[in-house]
């Protein structure tokens, strides 16, 4: 057994006092979080008198699986299966006080400064990291759910802890009248369809703006190496391309040797010239073969790696915006040949609802979707961690959980509404 192995696994036992327990399995994993690669251990304990059991079964009752950090040996999650103490543990975590204690423990941060309460419902709490009440961004989520007398059923913390110390000190201004350029921007039309009709809808996507106001960020960090290509297919002559269809198992065991290295995951490693080349080439070739007669009717999107995949997102060159699915082709290449293992081709699934290719209603006037939504808008202060300056940002987000129909003149839930976006 691999020395950090050992240690890690006589760590999890000492602490939760698992002396009735023998070790069933253990095994390591890595997590894209944010840019970064975390290695985790997960390890499984079964109750070390349990009765018969087989691989084809479930689990035996009692046993506990518990996963850690490889670096920070933090537990990052815990669940059991069915009735069982886990000695170490309060024996009732209801009371707020023992529950923000035992947490504070766990995480190595201090409540109400480094992290908060973001909901409690029945036997579930969840928490988010903060600095002095404002939320984070990206975040460390903490989930905690109890039994019904209140022990620890499952706990699970994902995330990225706080990235620096340094967060600006000016007060949180910001008002959503001064916002409402920025807010135009990101009104977003969606489709929403039934059986007679699709309805038009329109909401608005989140960003975060800075105190400032000169500076926005998305909520989305891609986790991967992926550059946006924007390329048209054409051809000038007929392919002869093909390929075998080939399911290839995920190559996606982690060693000791990789967590003790804490080796980048490898959809960080970026995609040469030569690759990007390589991979529009074989685009184009498979493209021209499968779709002969549609010669610029395709656009390559974006190539992006998938361990152990390269895929190759390829869409519909003049799509109607306001389609409630898009068509869209995925090629996945193995990255060490090339060779085509599969393509993805989501007609099949647009099909299913026959009704996305009809016309929606003209265009709503912004001035309308903006009446209408801005009462619903709401502005929550974050600090937004900025790779190039090093250091949080104080910004608002611009949030809304609702949308309006403009058929109807109605503001709704977005919840209530089987939304599909029509920009996906």
Same mark, same amino acid.
């Given at each position: 057994?691999?020395?950090?192995?050992?240690?890690?696994?006589?760590?999890?036992?000492?602490?939760?006092?698992?002396?009735?327990?023998?070790?069933?399995?253990?095994?390591?994993?890595?997590?894209?979080? &944010?840019?970064?690669?975390?290695?985790?251990?997960?390890?499984?304990?079964?109750? @070390?008198?349990?009765?018969?059991?087989?691989?084809?079964?479930?689990?035996?009752?009692?046993?506990?699986?518990?996963?850690?950090?490889?670096? !920070?040996?933090?537990?990052?999650?815990?669940?059991?299966?069915?009735?069982? !103490?886990?000695?170490?543990?309060?024996?009732?975590?209801?009371?707020?006080?023992?529950?923000?204690?035992?947490?504070?423990?766990?995480?190595?941060?201090?409540?109400?400064?480094?992290?908060?309460?973001?909901?409690?419902?029945?036997?579930?709490?969840?928490?988010?990291?903060?600095?002095?009440?404002?939320?984070?961004?990206?975040?460390?989520?903490?989930?905690?759910?109890?039994?019904?007398?209140?022990?620890?059923?499952?706990?699970?913390?994902?995330?990225?802890?706080?990235?620096?110390?340094?967060?600006?000190?000016?007060?949180?201004?910001?008002?959503?009248?001064?916002?409402?350029?920025?807010?135009?921007?990101?009104?977003?039309?969606?489709?929403?369809?039934?059986?007679?009709?699709?309805?038009?809808?329109?909401?608005?996507?989140?960003?975060?703006?800075?105190?400032?106001?000169?500076?926005?960020?998305?909520?989305?960090?891609?986790?991967?190496?992926?550059?946006?290509?924007?390329?048209?297919?054409?051809?000038?002559?007929?392919?002869?391309?093909?390929?075998?269809?080939?399911? @290839?198992?995920?190559?996606?065991?982690?060693?000791?040797?990789?967590?003790?290295?804490?080796?980048?995951?490898?959809?960080?490693?970026?995609?040469?010239?030569?690759?990007?080349?390589?991979?529009?080439?074989?685009?184009?070739?498979?493209?021209?073969?499968?779709?002969?007669?549609?010669?610029?009717?395709?656009?390559?999107?974006?190539?992006?790696?998938?361990?152990?995949? @390269?895929?190759?997102?390829?869409?519909?060159?003049?799509?109607?915006?306001?389609?409630?699915?898009?068509?869209?082709?995925?090629?996945?290449?193995?990255?060490?040949?090339?060779?085509?293992?599969?393509?993805?081709?989501?007609?099949?699934?647009?099909?299913?609802?026959?009704?996305? !290719?009809?016309?929606?209603?003209?265009?709503?006037?912004?001035?309308? @979707?903006? &009446?209408?939504?801005?009462?619903?808008?709401?502005?929550?202060?974050?600090?937004?961690?900025?790779?190039?300056?090093?250091?949080?940002?104080?910004?608002?987000?611009?949030?809304?959980?609702?949308?309006?129909?403009?058929? !109807?003149?109605?503001?709704?839930?977005?919840?209530?509404?089987?939304?599909?976006?029509?920009?996906?």
């Amino acid at each position: 057994m691999h020395p950090l192995t050992k240690d890690l696994i006589s760590h999890i036992q000492d602490k939760y006092q698992l002396n009735d327990y023998v070790l069933h399995e253990s095994f390591y994993r890595r997590e894209k979080v &944010h840019g970064e690669t975390q290695y985790l251990l997960e390890t499984c304990w079964f109750p @070390i008198n349990h009765g018969p059991w087989s691989e084809d079964e479930s689990y035996p009752d009692g046993t506990i699986e518990i996963q850690v950090d490889t670096v !920070t040996r933090r537990t990052t999650s815990i669940n059991k299966l069915c009735d069982v !103490t886990i000695h170490s543990l309060p024996e009732d975590l209801r009371d707020s006080d023992t529950q923000t204690a035992w947490l504070e423990q766990e995480l190595g941060m201090t409540y109400d400064q480094e992290f908060m309460l973001l909901k409690h419902q029945d036997s579930l709490y969840q928490y988010v990291s903060c600095q002095n009440g404002i939320r984070l961004f990206p975040d460390l989520f903490i989930s905690l759910e109890l039994t019904n007398e209140g022990a620890l059923d499952s706990f699970s913390v994902y995330g990225t802890p706080a990235l620096s110390h340094k967060y600006p000190t000016e007060p949180f201004t910001l008002s959503l009248e001064q916002m409402a350029p920025i807010i135009s921007q990101q009104f977003r039309s969606f489709s929403v369809p039934n059986e007679h009709q699709r309805k038009l809808a329109y909401a608005i996507e989140e960003i975060f703006v800075s105190e400032d106001g000169l500076q926005t960020y998305p909520l989305d960090h891609p986790d991967t190496s992926a550059v946006t290509v924007n390329e048209v297919v054409t051809w000038n002559k007929p392919s002869t391309f093909s390929y075998t269809r080939k399911l @290839i198992k995920r190559r996606n065991a982690v060693t000791a040797v990789d967590a003790e290295a804490q080796a980048s995951h490898p959809d960080y490693r970026p995609l040469t010239d030569e690759m990007l080349k390589t991979c529009r080439s074989i685009a184009v070739d498979l493209i021209a073969a499968e779709y002969p007669d549609e010669s610029g009717a395709w656009t390559i999107q974006e190539i992006n790696r998938d361990f152990p995949f @390269i895929n190759i997102v390829v869409r519909r060159t003049r799509d109607d915006s306001n389609l409630a699915y898009k068509r869209r082709l995925t090629i996945l290449l193995m990255e060490d040949t090339y060779e085509v293992s599969l393509i993805v081709d989501n007609k099949a699934f647009i099909d299913l609802y026959h009704d996305s !290719t009809q016309e929606l209603p003209d265009s709503v006037p912004e001035e309308v @979707i903006h &009446h209408a939504l801005m009462p619903y808008l709401t502005l929550k202060p974050y600090y937004v961690f900025d790779r190039v300056l090093d250091h949080y940002v104080l910004c608002s987000l611009i949030d809304s959980n609702h949308a309006y129909l403009p058929t !109807t003149n109605e503001v709704v839930l977005l919840e209530d509404l089987y939304v599909i976006s029509a920009t996906d």
